[in-house]
């Protein structure tokens, strides 16, 4: 059964940097598209990364955090990192990340049907 899990939420002050994991088993990030999403109480989901097949394809990052997120493999453990820097308060949110059979990130990444979700981890930053 298809699964994928994070990890490595906490509390951060404003200004530092948190590393947040994404576990998938059953279905390979080498083959298949991650995308990263998070959501503040009382607002809407948001797209914060989409990380296409391993081989090849295009990477998109939302617009609140452009420029100060980056992501790494760790192809062993089939785990995709997201390392966010220069935290703001309005960071905080419950961080999610999603997979599916699809291979490659596109422009409208934000409106696919992810078919697979983790449970979220909570991202708190301090002002």
């Known amino acids: 059964q298809v699964a994928v899990e994070e990890s490595g939420g906490g509390l951060v002050q404003a200004g530092g940097s948190l590393r947040l994991s994404c576990t998938g088993s059953?279905?390979?990030?080498?083959?298949?598209?991650v995308g990263w999403f998070r959501q503040a109480p009382g607002k809407e989901r948001e797209g914060v990364l989409c990380?296409?097949?391993?081989?090849?394809?295009?990477?998109y990052y939302g617009d609140s955090v452009k420029g100060r997120v980056t992501f790494s493999r760790d192809n062993a453990k089939n785990t995709l990192y997201l390392q966010i820097d220069s935290l703001k308060p309005e960071d905080t949110a419950t961080y999610y990340c999603?997979?599916?059979?699809?291979?490659?990130?596109?422009?409208?990444?934000?409106?696919?049907?992810?078919?697979?979700w983790g449970q979220g981890t909570q991202v708190t930053v301090s002002s």
């Open positions: 990380v296409s097949r391993r081989s090849g394809g295009s990477t």
């Open positions: 999603a997979t599916g059979l699809r291979p490659y990130c596109g422009g409208s990444w934000t409106l696919y049907t992810w078919d697979y």
């Open positions: 059953e279905l390979s990030f080498d083959d298949y598209a």
